[in-house]
């Protein structure tokens, strides 16, 4: 895989879908993808891929696309995706609805949460537990997100911002995921609280869970993302460790207004 210099970023390209170079498929890949919303291009050739267990921090200016490509690989009605293949595990999403993608473990976090009015916090988690696959008990949720164990019976829309977020992210834990997609988690929080989910989504982390992390907080990303990706136009224009992001001083100059 070569490098290529585009106005002094470097940018990593990527020719061929990761499925068809054989030995050593990415867990997680999207290659070539472009989206529309009605006649909007908004998506226009995304190329990446995660390997299993890694922290990605999707980077990128208000209107890069970092929420529409997290919706095209949620496999959300809209944006609509008219090319390209997001593979998971080795299963094709780019040929599933939204709800096929949810069972084969694709959990997007909407940076509006969606708690589900007149549901306590308890009932949000069993909710989730429904149907199969099921992912961590609620037992095991309680011990890692200790202030909605001290909530549960409190109904989950009068959780204050912070919490609401702990829920929306325990809820997705509740299944059996293989990519978390975060939007924006720290979007509206008090820095004391950015902390809390911040560790957090550490401790998801070190139980191996591959996600992916939106934050126009940029610095608190990168602190847990092990990689960085950044997003300009629809386009991806750095794909990189976090390090050599907090490193560049023009490409945060330029790309996150850091
Ligand atoms: N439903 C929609 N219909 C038409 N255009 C849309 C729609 N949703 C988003 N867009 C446009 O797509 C572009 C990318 O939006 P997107 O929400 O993906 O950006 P973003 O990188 O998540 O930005 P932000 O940091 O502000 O959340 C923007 O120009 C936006 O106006
Ligand atoms: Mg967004």
Redesign the pocket.
């Known amino acids: 895989m070569s490098d290529r210099i585009v106005d002094n970023i470097k940018v990593k390209d990527r020719v061929a879908p990761v499925q068809s170079q054989g030995s050593d498929p990415a867990f997680f890949s999207c290659w070539d993808i472009h989206s529309y919303?009605?006649e909007?291009y908004?998506v226009q050739g995304v190329n990446f891929d995660i390997r299993e267990g890694e922290v990605v921090a999707l980077l990128?200016r208000?209107?890069?696309?970092?929420?529409?490509?997290l919706r095209s690989i949620a496999r959300v009605d809209?944006p609509q995706v008219t090319h390209g293949e997001i593979w998971l595990d080795h299963k094709p999403l780019h040929k599933m609805s939204s709800y096929e993608a949810a069972q084969s473990g694709v959990a997007l976090v909407p940076e509006d949460r969606r708690i589900i009015a007149g549901l306590t916090v308890h009932e949000n988690l069993e909710l989730a537990q429904i149907a199969p696959p099921v992912g961590w008990s609620i037992e095991r949720l309680y011990e890692h997100f200790p202030r909605l164990a001290e909530r549960r019976n409190q109904m989950g829309t009068t959780l204050s911002g912070g919490e609401q977020q702990m829920l929306a992210v325990a809820r997705a834990l509740a299944r059996d995921i293989k990519l978390l997609l975060l939007d924006?988690p720290y979007e509206g929080l008090a820095p004391v609280i950015v902390q809390e989910i911040a560790s957090i989504v550490d401790s998801i982390k070190k139980q191996g869970i591959t996600t992916i992390i939106?934050e126009?907080n940029a610095v608190a990303a990168l602190r847990l993302a092990d990689r960085a990706l950044i997003?300009d136009m629809g386009n991806i224009v750095f794909d990189g460790t976090a390090k050599e992001v907090l490193d560049n001083e023009e490409l945060r100059h330029e790309y996150l207004a850091i």
């Open positions: 919303y009605g909007s908004i990128g208000n209107g890069a696309g970092k929420t529409s490509t809209d924006e939106v126009q997003l």
